[in-house]
């Protein structure tokens, strides 16, 4: 199991962040997330492992002036 927020997903082997995000079925661009405590920016999402129990914390892009 992955917490994000009040959401629980299915946790699987070589779950990546981006796998967690597109799970989300969300579209927020989301550009820095902390998986457990690592932070990871948005070009690492792909490549970086999620573990089973891990809580992962999004920070969405936000445009404004």
């Known amino acids: ?7 629980e997903l299915t946790w ?3 779950m990546t962040l ?4 597109e799970a989300l079925g969300d579209s927020y661009p989301y550009s820095v997330a902390r998986v457990g405590s ?3 920016t948005a ?6 492992l999620v573990p089973d ?4 914390f999004l920070v969405p892009l936000v445009a404004g002036g």
């Open 12 to 14: 699987q082997e070589g």
């Open 53 to 56: 129990g891990i809580e992962v």
């Open 38 to 40: 690592r932070i990871v």
């Open 43 to 48: 070009p690492h999402f792909a490549s970086v």
């Open 1 to 7: 199991m992955v917490r994000v927020g009040e959401r």
């Open 18 to 21: 981006e796998d967690v995000i």
